[in-house]
Nanobody, 124 residues
């Protein structure tokens, strides 16, 4: 059973940085595409970033390109999201997601499994 546990969220001032982590268990992490999406109250899920099984391919939403970096450590079964130059509009609940790779691998908000989320709050 896929289990994903996010950590690293918190409160930060605009311009600051946070690093989110996602500990994965219950499946063969190295064979799954992984990604991050976020959700704000009253809004739908927003794709942020996705990464291929080995990490050689990544994809980013325009809203975070150049500021966020997705990476994975298959030896540690862990996914990361480095978030720099944070803005107040980045305030949201952030979710780690996993799925078998498919043509939709760039859309983590549509993956079949996700964690409980970690809150990120950016103040101006």
């Amino acid at each position: 059973q896929v289990q994903l546990v996010e950590s690293g969220g918190g409160s930060v001032q605009a311009g600051g940085s946070l690093r989110l982590s996602c500990a994965a268990s219950g499946f063969d992490f190295s064979t799954y595409c992984m990604g991050w999406f976020r959700k704000t109250p009253g809004q739908g899920r927003e794709d942020l970033a996705a990464i291929s099984t080995g990490g050689s391919s990544t994809n980013y939403a325009d809203s975070v390109k150049g500021r966020f970096t997705i990476s994975r450590d298959n030896a540690k079964n862990t996914l990361y999201l480095q978030m720099d130059s944070l803005k107040p509009e980045d305030t949201a609940m952030y979710y780690c997601a996993a799925d078998k790779c498919s043509i939709a691998w760039r859309r983590p908000a549509e993956y079949s499994s996700w964690g409980q989320g970690t809150q990120v709050t950016v103040s101006s």
